[in-house]
């Protein structure tokens, strides 16, 4: 598999439409959070992204937001559906939720902590729903989260 196709195809495709924005508007207003050009600002930073750490989301945004005010605006993106973590081993990384995102899934590799988004599969996407049937419930939401290697970092012997 391509990976880089794959991540490429997935983030191209990622809308930047002014609907995107009236939905992210929308998505802090119903919880009562006011906009602010610097929510504004980080937000547009999460658009077509990999997912980001918090450091490497501070990185991108350095001399325009400071660490406290940053971790305030994920915390209040969180409390609105915009933003979502991805655990991380004992940490995680953020991205946008879905949405403003296609559904997919991810691979993290353990050793240099890349999270790659996958592509929606359909056998995978109808197991889920098969299982859930199974424990009788309407499955709502779900996430899936594999863990391993990626190429640079696979053990040499396997
Ligand atoms: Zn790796
Ligand atoms: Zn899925």
Same mark, same amino acid.
């Given at each position: ?31 009562? #959070? ?42 209040? #993106? ?61 499955? #709502? ?18």
């Amino acid at each position: 598999m391509d990976i880089c196709k794959t991540v490429a195809t997935i983030y191209n495709n990622c809308y930047m439409s002014t609907n995107n924005k009236e939905l992210f508007e929308l998505s802090l207003r119903r919880r009562g #959070f006011s906009i602010t050009s610097q929510r504004h600002m980080v937000f547009k930073e999460l658009i077509g992204q990999e997912p980001l750490s918090m450091r490497e989301l501070y990185e991108r945004l350095r001399g325009q937001v400071d660490r406290a005010s940053l971790y305030r605006i994920i915390s209040v #993106f969180e409390k609105s559906g915009v933003v979502v973590r991805i655990p991380v081993g004992w940490k995680y990384k953020l991205e946008l939720s879905e949405a403003f995102n296609y559904h997919h899934h991810h691979i993290t590799c353990i050793k240099c902590n890349r999270v790659i988004p996958i592509e929606e599969d359909e056998t995978v996407e109808r197991l889920i729903k098969e299982v859930s049937e199974k424990h009788a419930i309407l499955p #709502f939401a779900h996430q899936l989260e594999i863990q391993g290697f990626c190429r640079a970092c696979r053990p040499a012997d396997s």
